[in-house]
Protein backbone atom coordinates (compact mmCIF):
# COMPACT_ATOMS: atom_id res chain seq x y z
CA UNK A 1 0.00 0.00 0.00
CA UNK A 2 1.40 3.22 -1.28
CA UNK A 3 1.39 7.03 0.05
CA UNK A 4 2.90 9.67 -2.08
CA UNK A 5 5.53 12.23 -0.88
CA UNK A 6 4.25 16.01 -0.82
CA UNK A 7 4.58 17.78 -4.32
CA UNK A 8 5.79 21.28 -5.00
CA UNK A 9 4.16 24.02 -6.37
CA UNK A 10 2.50 23.61 -9.62
CA UNK A 11 1.32 27.06 -10.83
CA UNK A 12 4.98 28.02 -11.05
CA UNK A 13 5.96 25.46 -13.57
CA UNK A 14 3.29 26.40 -15.93
CA UNK A 15 5.09 28.76 -17.20
CA UNK A 16 4.10 31.11 -20.20
CA UNK A 17 2.91 29.34 -23.58
CA UNK A 18 0.78 30.11 -26.80
CA UNK A 19 -0.85 26.51 -26.22
CA UNK A 20 -4.86 25.82 -25.36
CA UNK A 21 -4.68 25.98 -21.50
CA UNK A 22 -5.84 22.39 -21.11
CA UNK A 23 -2.56 21.63 -23.09
CA UNK A 24 -0.91 23.50 -20.80
CA UNK A 25 -2.35 21.76 -17.80
CA UNK A 26 -1.53 18.25 -19.74
CA UNK A 27 1.93 19.14 -20.04
CA UNK A 28 2.60 20.56 -16.35
CA UNK A 29 1.32 16.88 -15.09
CA UNK A 30 2.96 15.24 -17.54
CA UNK A 31 6.26 16.89 -16.83
CA UNK A 32 5.86 15.65 -12.85
CA UNK A 33 5.46 12.40 -13.90
CA UNK A 34 8.57 11.94 -15.99
CA UNK A 35 10.40 13.57 -13.57
CA UNK A 36 9.93 11.40 -11.07
CA UNK A 37 8.30 14.08 -8.54
CA UNK A 38 4.78 11.78 -8.95
CA UNK A 39 5.53 8.40 -9.53
CA UNK A 40 3.39 5.57 -10.38
CA UNK A 41 0.75 5.26 -7.75
CA UNK A 42 0.99 8.81 -6.44
CA UNK A 43 -2.32 10.27 -5.90
CA UNK A 44 -3.04 13.45 -7.88
CA UNK A 45 -4.40 16.36 -6.75
CA UNK A 46 -8.40 16.68 -7.29
CA UNK A 47 -10.09 18.68 -9.86
CA UNK A 48 -10.79 21.25 -7.26
CA UNK A 49 -7.20 21.54 -5.98
CA UNK A 50 -6.24 22.07 -9.40
CA UNK A 51 -8.24 24.86 -9.70
CA UNK A 52 -7.32 26.30 -6.99
CA UNK A 53 -3.73 25.94 -7.46
CA UNK A 54 -3.75 26.66 -11.44
CA UNK A 55 -6.33 29.29 -11.59
CA UNK A 56 -8.03 27.65 -14.66
CA UNK A 57 -11.25 26.48 -15.20
CA UNK A 58 -12.74 22.67 -13.94
CA UNK A 59 -13.62 22.47 -17.22
CA UNK A 60 -10.24 22.68 -18.28
CA UNK A 61 -9.20 21.00 -15.20
CA UNK A 62 -11.31 17.93 -16.43
CA UNK A 63 -10.41 18.00 -20.08
CA UNK A 64 -6.44 17.58 -19.66
CA UNK A 65 -6.88 14.38 -16.81
CA UNK A 66 -9.62 13.02 -19.08
CA UNK A 67 -7.19 12.97 -22.15
CA UNK A 68 -4.02 11.54 -19.85
CA UNK A 69 -6.66 9.12 -18.83
CA UNK A 70 -7.01 7.91 -22.68
CA UNK A 71 -3.18 7.99 -23.14
CA UNK A 72 -2.33 6.17 -20.28
CA UNK A 73 -0.81 8.21 -17.66
CA UNK A 74 -3.36 8.13 -14.91
CA UNK A 75 -5.92 5.83 -14.05
CA UNK A 76 -8.94 7.74 -12.58
CA UNK A 77 -11.15 5.55 -9.51
CA UNK A 78 -14.99 6.98 -8.84
CA UNK A 79 -15.28 8.85 -6.22
CA UNK A 80 -11.53 7.53 -4.95
CA UNK A 81 -9.44 9.63 -7.16
CA UNK A 82 -6.66 10.07 -9.59
CA UNK A 83 -3.64 8.33 -9.80
CA UNK A 84 -0.07 8.04 -12.22
CA UNK A 85 -0.71 4.76 -13.39
CA UNK A 86 2.16 2.16 -13.71
CA UNK A 87 4.66 2.52 -16.28
CA UNK A 88 3.69 -0.01 -19.45
CA UNK A 89 5.98 -3.32 -19.36
CA UNK A 90 7.70 -3.25 -22.55
CA UNK A 91 7.61 -7.40 -22.38
CA UNK A 92 5.42 -10.15 -21.51
CA UNK A 93 6.33 -10.40 -18.00
CA UNK A 94 5.35 -7.46 -16.10
CA UNK A 95 8.21 -5.26 -14.46
CA UNK A 96 8.92 -5.34 -10.67
CA UNK A 97 10.78 -2.92 -9.26
CA UNK A 98 12.86 -2.77 -6.00
CA UNK A 99 11.37 0.49 -4.04
CA UNK A 100 14.87 1.11 -2.74
CA UNK A 101 16.18 1.55 -6.11
CA UNK A 102 13.15 3.74 -7.34
CA UNK A 103 13.60 6.21 -4.40
CA UNK A 104 17.40 6.24 -4.68
CA UNK A 105 16.53 7.14 -8.49
CA UNK A 106 14.66 10.11 -7.45
CA UNK A 107 17.52 10.97 -5.29
CA UNK A 108 16.29 10.35 -2.28
CA UNK A 109 17.22 8.30 1.02
CA UNK A 110 15.44 5.05 1.28
CA UNK A 111 15.18 3.42 5.25
CA UNK A 112 12.39 1.29 6.50
CA UNK A 113 11.32 -0.33 9.59
CA UNK A 114 10.54 -3.77 10.05
CA UNK A 115 7.49 -4.09 11.61
CA UNK A 116 6.94 -8.25 11.57
CA UNK A 117 9.69 -10.77 10.81
CA UNK A 118 8.35 -14.41 11.71
CA UNK A 119 7.12 -18.31 11.06
CA UNK A 120 3.82 -18.90 10.59
CA UNK A 121 1.16 -21.73 9.52
CA UNK A 122 -0.44 -21.17 6.19
CA UNK A 123 -4.28 -20.87 6.73
CA UNK A 124 -6.33 -21.40 3.40
CA UNK A 125 -6.21 -17.80 2.14
CA UNK A 126 -2.09 -18.09 2.18
CA UNK A 127 -2.45 -21.62 1.28
CA UNK A 128 -4.38 -21.03 -1.37
CA UNK A 129 -2.26 -17.62 -3.20
CA UNK A 130 1.30 -20.37 -2.59
CA UNK A 131 -0.62 -23.26 -3.78
CA UNK A 132 0.19 -25.38 -0.60
CA UNK A 133 -1.45 -27.04 1.88
CA UNK A 134 -3.30 -25.42 4.63
CA UNK A 135 -0.39 -25.49 7.75
CA UNK A 136 2.41 -25.72 5.82
CA UNK A 137 5.45 -22.73 6.69
CA UNK A 138 5.39 -19.61 5.27
CA UNK A 139 7.26 -16.44 6.40
CA UNK A 140 5.75 -13.23 7.49
CA UNK A 141 7.24 -9.78 6.83
CA UNK A 142 5.33 -6.80 7.24
CA UNK A 143 7.86 -3.96 6.12
CA UNK A 144 7.41 0.10 6.54
CA UNK A 145 9.20 2.08 3.67
CA UNK A 146 10.26 5.70 3.68
CA UNK A 147 10.90 8.40 1.53
CA UNK A 148 13.17 10.96 3.24
CA UNK A 149 11.70 9.88 6.08
CA UNK A 150 8.12 10.35 5.14
CA UNK A 151 6.02 6.62 5.08
CA UNK A 152 5.58 6.06 1.51
CA UNK A 153 4.81 2.49 1.48
CA UNK A 154 3.75 -1.13 3.66
CA UNK A 155 5.05 -4.42 2.21
CA UNK A 156 2.82 -7.18 3.50
CA UNK A 157 4.30 -10.01 2.64
CA UNK A 158 3.96 -13.71 2.87
CA UNK A 159 7.16 -16.34 1.69
CA UNK A 160 7.43 -19.90 0.36
CA UNK A 161 9.88 -21.46 3.19
CA UNK A 162 10.69 -24.18 0.89
CA UNK A 163 11.76 -21.27 -1.63
CA UNK A 164 13.81 -19.06 0.89
CA UNK A 165 14.54 -20.98 3.49
CA UNK A 166 16.93 -18.40 4.85
CA UNK A 167 14.54 -15.33 4.89
CA UNK A 168 14.24 -14.54 8.67
CA UNK A 169 17.62 -14.65 8.79
CA UNK A 170 17.90 -11.86 6.63
CA UNK A 171 18.70 -7.86 7.39
CA UNK A 172 16.05 -6.10 5.74
CA UNK A 173 16.97 -2.54 6.78
CA UNK A 174 20.02 -3.71 4.80
CA UNK A 175 18.50 -4.93 1.58
CA UNK A 176 14.38 -5.15 0.78
CA UNK A 177 12.79 -8.58 0.15
CA UNK A 178 12.44 -7.59 -3.43
CA UNK A 179 16.93 -7.81 -3.65
CA UNK A 180 17.15 -10.71 -1.55
CA UNK A 181 14.51 -13.03 -3.28
CA UNK A 182 15.37 -12.34 -6.84
CA UNK A 183 18.78 -13.40 -6.04
CA UNK A 184 17.80 -16.77 -4.34
CA UNK A 185 14.45 -17.36 -6.52
CA UNK A 186 14.78 -15.06 -9.87
CA UNK A 187 10.65 -13.91 -10.87
CA UNK A 188 9.92 -16.05 -13.77
CA UNK A 189 5.92 -15.40 -13.48
CA UNK A 190 4.14 -13.04 -11.63
CA UNK A 191 0.23 -11.56 -11.03
CA UNK A 192 -0.21 -8.18 -10.42
CA UNK A 193 -3.75 -6.44 -9.35
CA UNK A 194 -3.72 -2.83 -8.43
CA UNK A 195 -7.06 -1.57 -7.14
CA UNK A 196 -7.90 1.80 -4.91
CA UNK A 197 -8.87 1.52 -1.30
CA UNK A 198 -9.59 3.89 1.72
CA UNK A 199 -6.80 3.24 4.39
CA UNK A 200 -7.50 0.92 7.60
CA UNK A 201 -7.16 3.13 11.45
CA UNK A 202 -3.57 0.48 11.36
CA UNK A 203 -2.73 1.29 7.93
CA UNK A 204 -3.16 5.12 8.45
CA UNK A 205 -1.39 4.70 11.52
CA UNK A 206 1.90 3.30 9.66
CA UNK A 207 1.81 5.86 7.03
CA UNK A 208 0.91 8.85 8.94
CA UNK A 209 -2.00 9.98 6.69
CA UNK A 210 -5.52 11.03 7.82
CA UNK A 211 -8.08 8.16 8.55
CA UNK A 212 -9.99 7.04 5.15
CA UNK A 213 -7.23 8.73 2.65
CA UNK A 214 -7.26 7.41 -0.19
CA UNK A 215 -4.40 4.51 -1.05
CA UNK A 216 -3.74 2.11 -4.14
CA UNK A 217 -3.16 -1.35 -3.09
CA UNK A 218 -1.02 -3.82 -5.31
CA UNK A 219 -1.56 -7.71 -4.33
CA UNK A 220 1.41 -9.07 -6.15
CA UNK A 221 2.04 -12.96 -6.57
CA UNK A 222 5.12 -14.09 -8.20
CA UNK A 223 6.85 -17.62 -9.22
CA UNK A 224 10.35 -18.71 -9.98
CA UNK A 225 9.62 -21.69 -12.68
CA UNK A 226 6.86 -23.55 -11.41
CA UNK A 227 7.40 -22.47 -7.91
CA UNK A 228 5.31 -20.17 -6.15
CA UNK A 229 7.78 -17.94 -4.32
CA UNK A 230 5.32 -15.12 -2.63
CA UNK A 231 2.20 -13.06 -1.76
CA UNK A 232 2.17 -9.87 -1.30
CA UNK A 233 0.12 -6.68 -0.40
CA UNK A 234 2.05 -3.18 -1.22
Not at 74 to 103: C, W, Y
Request: aromatic share 6%; charged share 20%; hydrophobic share 40%.
Amino acid sequence: MSTPPASSSLAAQMGESPAPLYARVKHMIALQIQNGTWPPHHRVPSESELVTQLGFSRMTINRALRELTVEGLLVRMQGVGTFVAEPKSQSALFEVHNIADEIAARGHRHTCKVMVLKEEAAGSERALALDMREGQRVFHSLIVHYENDIPVQIEDRFVNAQVAPDYLRQDFTLQTPYAYLSQVAPLTEGEHVVEAILAEADECTLLQIDAGEPCLLIRRRTWSGRQPVTAARL
